[in-house]
């Protein structure tokens, strides 16, 4: 029953969300400095009273605390939302101890003659601010100064008719010490920073570019959501962060009327444009502040992509002392979820282990930052710093240690993937008349060790169907794919034959693998930029080597290639010292040699159907005078020393070169 009690006063007070109490504001003189550190303390020369929209000045007067002019404050009203208060002092003399009027007697008269005015203004959830001006040397000086309140505000219809966001200006580099301040206060006035886990995590990883950033807008949420604006604004030429997504589960709803993917309280920010963004994050909290425990974490995320569909990496602000109630909609995310969990003093909550693991993210947290968190698991069962998880019927983790599962019990029935269906089909297939050659699915099925993975796909019309059979293996193995980015090469765009140059062709594209629906979209848009129709030689060579030399920190470069195509630029193949895997589709009759010496020279391997050949196989006949045979024909080390036909008749009909010579009339650019 007393914890019953405790549990109600604790939630009563945070439904008020009220600043100050009144045994706070009736007994200053006892309070001291508890009082004053509920404000942020700034100094200025003078304060600026010049009206601006939004703002209202309330003048006391010097050393006086009735509101001078109340009539300037508008009443109570809904569309009106308050970011900050500012009470104003002068700074004289400047040792306070030496003011002649009891200066914590004379904040707290003024702050209740503003309430008296406006009781609703006595809330956390905007920052309060003392501004001691300083630009007084006399009393007479002082006398001439303002002295009094000021009001921050803006209008929400006002706010919510900007509907065409191009329209406003961009936020400027010059512009963002006065923003982070502004943040900063914020976060102080929402309790300090606390850890700054947030803040760190961002700071850690700056390849995180092109970024959408959905954070937990609730309660106790605000000041680690508060840490990604403020790196933002703290790092804003460098900033990889794009767009910004608050939820607040439901606007302050009723429990009972949410309904799972109908929730609401989404609300969207584009990060370039900062006063909006800091306007955006004052609104939500008005709007609500949460309600129950479980929260809409998937479906803000669903909401954030269809909104901001064009993003590299998604990223998750989330609380993990809060169950996920729209759990089982991870189905239909087909994006790579990285989450920053806050409060997880007592180890992770599964919900959020579930949602890494089955969307192929990641985790970060104080105690550890977890990647590919599918080959962890050994046996079924996860060991992370803090805690075991173990796989259960439904193959979604949870605590193994009973004890210790209490602590998140009540998220479990929330848990779980039915229905759970992905789509096995890739509408892009279905458009070029799906799947023929099924190799490329085959090989990357038979090899699911293969991580850290760039996969080089030959995009022109022939291989459309096989290469894209990456694209849908990535999208039905979620939890396992290790596939990180795509290169697409249609071979020069739409270029003449006669202007592609070695090394110089183009028409290569890259893309990462978290977003899904932006991988679709750019397996169409690289087939309309060029489809080398009724060629039949590639830029494999060069596309290879701008892939390298992009994604330098892959493990492993795999080469989706047609058997029945030449490899143009085969002369750059010396340059070719990274490991590639080639996968070979349309394999209508012998191997194409050039596709063996890819795989031999760069040390890498050749994958077809039914068969694996490693660099050990070619290296050992290279390094003997026995032969090389693959489905039943031979080859043999040229002079040049690159396997070739050693049947006299195939190395006739080969047109493909195996020379890396340059002739006297290339050489003269011919």
């Not at 010049?50 to 109570?76: C, F, M, Q």
């Not at 191997?591 to 196989?617: E, F, R, W």
Request: charged letters at 25%; a neutral charge.
């Amino acid at each position: 029953m007393i914890i019953m009690v405790n549990l109600l006063t604790i939630n009563t007070a945070i439904g008020q969300h009220k600043k100050f109490t009144n045994d706070m504001l009736n007994h200053p003189g006892k309070y001291g400095k508890k009082f004053e550190r509920l404000f942020n303390l700034n100094e200025l020369q003078v304060y600026d009273t010049a009206y601006t929209k939004g703002k209202v000045v309330l003048n006391n007067g010097y050393a006086h605390s009735r509101i001078l002019n109340p009539e300037d404050w508008p009443a109570y009203r809904k569309n009106i939302v308050v970011t900050q208060i500012d009470v104003v002092y002068t700074k004289y003399p400047r040792n306070k101890e030496f003011w002649r009027t009891n200066y914590y007697s004379l904040l707290a008269k003024r702050v209740k003659a503003l309430f008296a005015l406006d009781s609703t203004l006595n809330s956390a959830d905007f920052e309060w601010n003392i501004k001691y001006q300083t630009s007084c040397k006399t009393e007479e000086e002082t006398k001439k100064m303002f002295h009094g309140i000021c009001i921050h505000y803006f209008e929400i219809n006002d706010f919510e008719s900007e509907e065409d966001v191009t329209n406003i200006p961009e936020s400027k580099e010059e512009d963002m010490p006065d923003l982070s301040l502004k943040v900063e206060n914020y976060i102080r006035s929402q309790g300090g920073i606390g850890d700054s886990m947030v803040y760190s995590t961002f700071a850690n990883h700056p390849e995180w570019k092109n970024a959408l950033v959905v954070m937990d807008w609730t309660g106790s949420m605000y000041r680690y959501g508060a840490q990604a604006i403020l790196w933002h604004t703290m790092n804003y030429k460098n900033s990889g962060i794009k767009n910004f997504v608050f939820f607040n589960d439901g606007d302050g709803i009723d429990d009972d009327k949410k309904i799972i993917g109908e929730t609401g309280g989404v609300y969207f920010a584009q990060a370039r444009h900062m006063d909006r963004l800091i306007k955006t994050f004052y609104l939500v909290g008005k709007k609500g502040k949460g309600g129950d425990d479980p929260e809409n974490d998937i479906e803000a995320l669903i909401r954030g992509m269809n909104r901001f569909e064009d993003f590299d990496e998604l990223i998750l602000i989330a609380d993990n002392n809060s169950c996920i109630r729209d759990f089982r909609l991870i189905a239909n995310l087909g994006v790579k979820v990285n989450i920053i969990a806050c409060g997880t003093k007592y180890g992770l909550n599964p919900q959020y282990v579930n949602l890494a693991y089955l969307t192929g993210g990641s985790i970060h947290s104080m105690k550890e930052e977890i990647n590919h968190l599918s080959q962890k698991v050994s046996d079924n069962e996860l060991k992370l710093k803090q805690l075991k998880y173990e796989l259960n019927k439904e193959q979604l983790f949870i605590i193994k240690d009973p004890p210790q599962r209490v602590r998140y019990s009540q998220c479990e029935q929330y848990s779980t993937l039915t229905p759970l269906k992905i789509d096995p089909h890739l509408e892009f297939i279905e458009k070029h008349g799906g799947v023929g050659d099924s190799t490329v699915y085959v090989v990357l099925d038979r090899h699911p060790a293969w991580t850290n993975t760039s996969i080089i796909m030959d995009w022109t019309k022939d291989m459309y169907t096989q290469s894209a059979q990456a694209v849908l293996w990535h999208k039905m193995h979620p939890r396992t794919s290790g596939i990180n980015h795509f290169i697409f090469s249609n071979d020069g765009n739409r270029l003449a034959d006669k202007k592609k140059k070695v090394g110089k062709t183009g028409g290569i594209y890259f893309t990462k693998s978290n977003n899904q629906k932006m991988i679709n979209r750019r397996c169409n848009y690289v087939a309309k930029r060029g489809n080398n129709e009724d060629h039949n030689s590639t830029n494999t060579i060069e596309t290879s080597l701008r892939a390298i030399q992009k994604y330098y920190k892959t493990d492993e470069f795999i080469l989706i290639v047609n058997n029945e195509t030449c490899v143009r630029d085969f002369s750059l193949i010396p340059y070719l010292d990274t490991p590639i895997k080639v996968i070979l589709s349309n394999i209508q009759g012998p191997i194409n040699p050039q596709y063996i010496n890819i795989a031999y020279k760069s040390g890498g391997s050749l994958h077809t159907m039914d068969d694996d050949y490693y660099n050990y196989v070619f290296t050992g006949v290279a390094s003997s005078t026995n032969e090389l045979k693959i489905n039943g024909t031979t080859y043999e080390i040229n002079k040049e020393g690159f396997f070739d036909y050693k049947d006299f008749q195939l190395k006739k009909q080969n047109n493909c070169k195996l020379s890396i010579k340059t002739s006297f009339w290339s050489k003269l650019g011919f």
